[in-house]
């Protein structure tokens, strides 16, 4: 049986602003901050239990929560660290090198050169690209496809949440890309 705790309706909105909608549930948001906090305390009692997988090769990724992110060194805050948002990321260094046009035609997830507005669509205006977030497997695979074409470091932990049909429940994984 799971505890049932009390909290302020002031605490309950702070959790929400680092919540990503649809996506988050007040567990995964909270072991996000305590992942957060382990990290900055230096506990890192979980890094043995963390399996590295072949980037290229992911294994199911529905139902994981990403509790870190770093992107050519430089790491994400906690409220930026979900699948979507290290797509984004990407796009960006992406278009350092590529044209929008260059990388409309790699991007594998569902976009529109220029703005697009609603429909999950996020307008991304330095990169002139309007993505629509997606589940964690798409994403992964728009992430690596361009972050190899640019050469880009990444780097993501994340684990699996205790669902049956997690393909690994309570697991932890990461992917390093290093070129």
Known sequence: MMPNVNIS???FA????FAEPLVDTLETVMSKALDALAAQSGNTSNAAKVRVYNPASAPNLTF??????IVDGHRL?????YWNNLLRAVLKKARRHFSAEQISKQLICNHVLGQKEGGGYTYLEDVGISVQAAEANK???AIYILAEAIHLAVEVEFSWQDNPKAAHAGQSGKFVLQW
């Open 64 to 69: 994981t929560t990403v509790h870190s992110v």
């Open 77 to 81: 805050t906690p409220a930026e660290t």
């Open 14 to 17: 702070r959790i929400q602003s």
């Open 9 to 11: 309706s002031e605490l």
């Open 139 to 141: 994403t992964w695979k």
